[in-house]
């Protein structure tokens, strides 16, 4: 019953800024989490950030911290991620999810994904 559509991916040299929306529709909790994951060609989906609808926890990954930031509009039930200084190594598809444990990095934990959306980062 959760909806996630993800948009505002594209092409940027390094060191530029890109920010990706998320959509959600359908019945949801104060107490889920809104993540965003991300898959380069061969490579496991990994864990980029989350933050919690109730309270605005949030939590990164060391390889985006200070760097990126996740944000939410409950009003719009839409969650952002603003990428700041873009590295080639950031290069992939991400994608929006929804857990029902309000804060987790781990994949099986996300019940709810979008289609995702690419972002490459060229040198």
């Known amino acids: 019953q959760v909806q996630l559509v993800e948009s505002g991916g594209g092409l940027v040299q390094a060191g530029g800024s890109l920010r990706l929306s998320c959509a959600a529709s359908?019945?949801?909790?104060?107490?889920?989490?809104m993540g965003w994951f991300r898959q380069a060609p061969g490579k496991e989906r990994k864990f980029v950030a989350v933050?919690?609808?109730?309270?605005?926890?949030?939590f990164y990954t060391d390889s985006v911290k200070g760097r990126f930031t996740i944000s939410r509009d409950n009003v719009k039930n839409t969650v952002y991620l603003q990428m700041n200084s873009l590295k080639p190594e950031d290069t992939a598809v991400y994608y929006c999810?929804?857990?029902?444990?309000?804060?987790?990095?781990?994949?099986?934990?996300?019940?709810?994904w979008g289609q995702g959306t690419q972002v490459t980062v060229s040198s």
């Open positions: 999810a929804a857990t029902p444990y309000g804060i987790s990095r781990y994949v099986s934990e996300y019940p709810y």
């Open positions: 359908g019945r949801t909790f104060s107490s889920y989490g």
């Open positions: 933050i919690r609808w109730s309270g605005g926890d949030t």
